[in-house]
């Protein structure tokens, strides 16, 4: 028996060059051709010698069969500034993995340094070496953001855009580590770094938008300077080490950027651009000052441990000028971008780029909303040219969402007296999390939906999980766990989720309170700022980690901000635990309110049960018996307010709303959100899915849910297996309807189910998105991190072919399913990664299937098995199915 490890890691961080933690938790992937091939043991070291030659801490031989969650903990942490080395060995396998550790008792030795004033700037520190080096390595930070460069290299940054991430720059400040070893060379070195406003003190600009304003036009910052902090480690091959650090020897000056507004808006003459200035031979002039040490954000220094930014696909537009001087770009595609734009004119000629997501019968930039106008005249970067001929301009600090640009000030050809577009490319910038899956159907309607909400979820994904890149950008909490299961299919979540659990604890408010955004950047009030289906994220998400990821990094951490948490809402439950103080089914007629006690109580109990399983996994028996009784307690008032069994009104049990007092409304959100949270006693549960049916069709299958009970509509028509009318709610002609979207041309979701939205790259109503992978490709976990998951053919729809892929963490998992003419029975392709088990679900104790194994391209034997479970062990088959 042999394994190979195809992929490893360390839960909740995407890189590893500069971790802060003093325990870890590590995982591996193993892959054999033998189906009954399993890891029996396993041993992990860890090392500060890539030989090994001595140990820091080794678990010794552990028995059994665990690849994730493997708690990596040496007795007096790992060493600061120090190069540690982790194998994992068993029979035959080895692997040898690097990183780096800074360990909380080691205090920086930088200090933060900028000019004392809050525009863009650029920093450089020319260094001398006399020798080669072995290793050099930077931690870097500069707030709002920072572009970091070694010697004009632009493998420097690692791909990095807009490092680092957005905290609560009071409360936390993130570091990024760079590995500059192949960059730095003998003789005279240049360290550099741009840096602009982001949130952290964030300019409006004299005229321009800027969405956290109050009614009084005024905005909270973090700080009021710009600010760089560096740390400079470098290894000589005779095992010397020296450090650098930013302080008054190192040299800034202001920026040809002039203005750094987030919100895609920035001013940039390109005549006063230093050329060369981040590398050697570069000669400084009278503007170049020596820095400030300058007081810096109040947040304690830690590793950016989610994925970066970064740029990924480009698209080039068709273009029109759509009156002289102003020229139109057509990209096909609503995404989150940063532009690049190449123009050739002479000196002093000033260009002009706008955006939108939508555009007017004449062609030009529009905002359908009258409320946010300000985004047709307030939004736009300007550049001014040198004169020098091709010149580029790309922004330096923001970003936006958008189809459409607007140049303004150019032509498309010469002969106008006007500079001369080159080209113009949109460049989708998002996280670095890896790409897992991908599914086609035979249904182009269904593929154009299904590429609407993959554009819609990665145009949301950022140093946090926003729902708007473009209006607001802020990091409302209520989209990370529930478009959690449908973002795992496509994106590895883990580090982001992780970081964002840190950003609200850092967010959680003195009384326990954890508000409805993180980082919390305008202050909201009432409902905005209080609402558990926001705030909940802090004890939803560790449990989603646990599910899909197979790791518990987060239990230890959160447990106590949980807990916290429960008892401010335990402050708000009426009639004896019921909670319905919050938004409701948001976005429902675009309103709050419906379904308040349905929907909050129900987050609610989840949270209590959460939590019960945190207590037990950290060994908090107390703590886990006093949640088991709180959760049994919020259960029975459920019931005994909400679910409604005399049958007088209809002859089923169903669950009523509190939105009419008095009366007993019987509504699709109420019955899927008892049936989804396992609040209906059992012998209920066959009542329960038929009042929701019922519901259904009194409705004509037409959506009757907001962004909150969307998701566990399609959950529920998922457990009673009826694509049909999932598919029928997509199709609607009119409002609520995904396919009307499609059909207006927009390539992804609204804000709301509205034609004419203020926001047209809203992820929040992309839930639908979960229901295709688990429901028509028919993959869904069942054990932690798909130790174990089912595939369940969609033999009840009207998919002829269904191919998609999913990289779980234990390997891809690979499925194709084809119907067999007209008839009922269907040929399926499975792959089973090693160490999983697949299990193939049928509809009833008779249904048959042939399972023939393939392997090196040959097939084993068939074999025939009956039953509604069918176990597949690790392998390639092909299965023909009679239900």
Known sequence: MTFEITRCGIHGFHEVLGIDADKIRVYWVLSSDDADAQQTSYRVEISCSQSFSECLWDSGKVDGNQQRNVLCSPKDGFLSATFHYWRVTMPHTSLIFRTWFENEPNRWKGVWIGDNGDKPLYIRKSIHLAEKLARAI????????????????????????????????????????????????????????????????????????????????????????????????????????????????????????????????????????????????????????????????????????????????????????????????????????????????SKGSSVIVRFSETIGDDGKVLMPDPLFKQFETGVFCKFTLAGTGVETWEPDFCFTSARYIQVEGVSLGEGRNLPVIQSVTSRHVSSAAPKLGNLKTDKEDVNSLIKMCYWSFVSNLFSYHTDCPQIEKFGWLEVTHLLAPATQYIRDMESLYSKILDDIVDAQEPDGLCPTMAPEIRYMCGPLHDTITWGGAVALLPEIIRFYYGSTHTFEKLLGPCVRYMEYIQTKEREGGLIEHGLGDWGRDIAFGNNQANIETAIYYRCLRNIQTMAREVGKPDVEARFRAWADRIYAVYNGRLLVTDKKLHPYAFYTSRDQPGTYDRNMVAQAFALQFDLVPKEHIADVQQAFLADCADADNRIQAGEIGLKYLWNTLADVDRPDIVLEMARQEEHPSYMRFLRRGETTLNEFWQDECRSKCHDMLGTIYEWFYSAVLGLKPETEAYRTWTVKPPLNSEFQCVEGTVECPYGKIAIEYRREGDGEGASMKVTVPTSTTGILVLPKETSKVTIARLRRGLKNDAVTKRGTRINLKPGIYELQIQP
């Open 138 to 345: 930077v931690f870097a930070s500069g707030l709002g953001h920072f572009n970091f460069v070694c010697n004009g290299d632009p493998r420097t940054a690692n791909r990095h855009v807009l490092d680092p991430g957005w905290t609560n720059y009071h409360r936390t400040v993130q570091f990024v580590a760079y590995d500059v070893s192949e960059i730095l060379r003998q003789g005279e070195n240049i360290l550099g770094a741009h840096v602009g406003n982001g949130f952290y003190a964030g300019d409006q600009g004299d005229d321009r938008f800027f969405w956290p304003c109050y009614e009084d036009n005024t905005y909270v910052r973090y700080g009021n300077e710009l600010c760089f902090f560096a740390e400079v480690h470098l290894f000589y091959e005779d095992g010397r080490r020296e450090t650098l650090t930013t302080g008054p020897d190192w040299k800034l000056r202001k920026s040809a950027t002039t203005l750094a507004n987030i919100y895609s808006s920035e001013t940039k003459d390109l005549g006063a651009y230093p050329t060369g200035w981040d590398a050697p031979g570069f000669q400084e002039d009278y503007q170049w000052k020596d820095a400030t040490p300058v007081t810096g954000p109040r947040g304690k220094l830690r590793y950016q441990s989610q994925p970066p930014v970064v740029l990924h696909e480009t698209f080039e537009p068709v273009s029109s000028e759509i009156e002289p001087g102003t020229v139109s770009f057509d990209f096909g595609q609503n995404m989150t971008t940063m532009i690049k734009v190449q123009v050739k004119g």
